[in-house]
């Protein structure tokens, strides 16, 4: 079994910044990618940023120039540096794994970032 241990979320005033971390662990498979998304209230989850194993990254529109995804391999761990933060970006924001040939899906409990105006 995999585990996604999600930490760094929590209140920020609009133009503020956060750095939440992913940490995976246990039964993994070879990693294709990590990333991150997020829930606002009533809305549907959508995309934020992806990053392979390779590097290679993908970012949602609304927050390319402002945030930033990286990873460290070696310790399974995928980072989203958050910067210019703005109230729409007040969501749960929610890891996400995908590992083995058949990119088996895993996603974390979920971090609260809240961006207060």
């Known amino acids: 079994q995999v585990q996604l241990v999600e930490s760094g979320g929590g209140l920020v005033q609009s133009g503020g910044s956060l750095r939440p971390s992913c940490a995976a662990s246990g039964s993994i498979f070879t990693i294709y990618a990590m990333g991150w998304y997020r829930q606002a209230p009533g809305k549907q989850r959508e995309l934020v940023a992806t990053?392979?194993?390779?590097?290679?990254?993908n970012y949602a529109d609304s927050v390319k120039g402002r945030f930033t995804i990286s990873n460290d391999n070696a310790k399974n761990t995928v980072y989203l540096q958050m910067n210019s933060l703005k109230p729409e970006d007040t969501a749960v924001y929610y890891c996400?794994?995908?590992?083995?040939?058949?990119?088996?899906?895993?996603w974390g409990q979920g971090t609260l970032v809240t961006v207060t105006s």
């Open positions: 996400n794994l995908r590992h083995g040939s058949h990119h088996l899906e895993v």
């Open positions: 990053i392979t194993s390779h590097g290679s990254t």
